[in-house]
């Protein structure tokens, strides 16, 4: 078998209400699909993180076109580990060179996902199965992406559903968060898990000081208190306020994220399927964290495509926590499979069918497709 085409698919839908974070807000959700054709007919889908800035996009697609479709044409898809070696391996230097690691990244991960899709499909198998899994028919999640605006109904939503932790957004006000995390303690059951998010706002002192006003709301933990390249700091952070550290979604490589975890930076690490070089590194990644004894939560913020990659995997790996999942309305997860994934009981179910379980809803699609030809490289 060899593969005959990789075609990017990339979707934009404008949102009605900005989505405001710490570093930015975004007024249209976008992402780059990597759909795989072999000479059998057989194709898989993956999905390449876009979140923001929303014209990021245009790396990715340049360097999937100028750099990893040539290296893919003729391949055997079902060669997984092999592709990405190579593809890593013809990047990486060159990526460290022009400092462009997270789109080689981003751009192997839709591959690499797309190739376990085309596996499973190609084998009758979910990609969960194919992992050596399922540890658990189903994963537990939790809401996350809210405030600092009004979060109230997004909570109410996400109880009826059976969710049980949630994360909020903080970093930007430090009253307002404060306030925030008040008023969210006081709207979920004691028994809730909370988790805060700063998005690597603060340095290790604001770190210090902020978080240990925060330690009467029993955090599960903080995410990225500080920049992701500061792993000392998180060590330091951990240790002066007791309260656990997560991070991972702005680790790239497996080295990466064995430093932060040499410096006992990490109490969980969150690999992003999208991001970190699909299921293929993301694998590495919490099997080495877990000689470190340190659980894995999969980061998640994305289209509907990596929301099944991370149910399979979460499903098949052993040590996951929880998994993410964004609370926020976004038509791109909540409608690009003829079939949506649903929460039952705070969890999903992993799906049966073979590869990632899911069928484009081909209407969505061709509404909200930006063509190709709309985008000059
Ligand atoms: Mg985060």
């Not at 990486?92 to 981003?106: D, E, K």
């Amino acid at each position: 078998m060899k593969i005959v085409d990789v075609e990017p698919i990339i979707l934009q839908v404008p949102l009605d209400v900005p989505v405001v974070t710490s570093f930015g807000s975004m007024t249209s959700r976008t992402t780059v699909l990597v759909r795989i054709e072999a000479d059998t007919g057989v194709y898989g889908i993956g999905e390449i993180w876009n979140n923001f800035p929303s014209w990021g996009l245009y790396e990715k697609l340049a360097t999937l076109k100028y750099g990893m479709i040539p290296l893919l044409i003729g391949e055997d898809p079902t060669q997984i580990s092999n592709i990405h070696d190579k593809l890593l391996r013809a990047h990486t230097v060159v990526g460290l060179q022009w400092g462009a690691l997270g789109p080689i990244y981003h751009s192997v991960s839709g591959i690499d996902m797309a190739l376990w899709d085309l596996l499973g499909k190609y084998r009758g198998e979910p990609v969960a199965k194919l992992l050596g899994g399922p540890v658990q028919p189903s994963v537990e999640v939790y809401a996350s992406g809210l405030g600092p605006g009004p979060f109230e109904d997004f909570v109410e939503q996400h109880l009826a559903m059976g969710v049980n932790a949630f994360k909020l957004k903080v970093g930007k006000d430090h009253q307002l968060d404060l306030a925030n995390l008040q008023r969210l303690r006081k709207l979920v059951p004691e028994t809730a898990r909370v988790m805060i998010d700063a998005n690597q706002a603060w340095d290790r002192r604001t770190a210090i000081r902020v978080l240990q006003q925060y330690r009467a709301y029993g955090l599960t933990w903080i995410e990225e208190p500080l920049r992701c390249d500061d792993p000392e700091g998180l060590a330091i952070v951990r240790h002066q306020t007791g309260i656990p550290t997560a991070a991972g979604e702005n680790l790239y490589g497996v080295r990466q994220v064995r430093q932060a975890l040499e410096k006992h930076g990490l109490d969980v690490i969150q690999p992003d399927l999208s991001k970190q070089g699909g299921i293929t590194a993301s694998r590495s990644i919490v099997e080495m964290a877990a000689s470190w004894e340190v659980p894995y939560a999969p980061h998640f913020l994305g289209a509907a495509v990596c929301l099944a990659a991370s149910i399979h995997f979460a499903a098949a790996l052993p040590g996951n926590t929880i998994l993410e999942l964004d609370a926020n309305p976004n038509p791109l997860r909540e409608r690009l499979f003829t079939r949506p994934v649903k929460v039952v009981d705070g969890r999903i179910a992993v799906p049966e069918e073979p590869g990632l379980g899911f069928e484009l809803d081909r209407e969505f699609v061709q509404f909200h497709q930006v063509p190709l030809r709309d985008i000059s490289l």
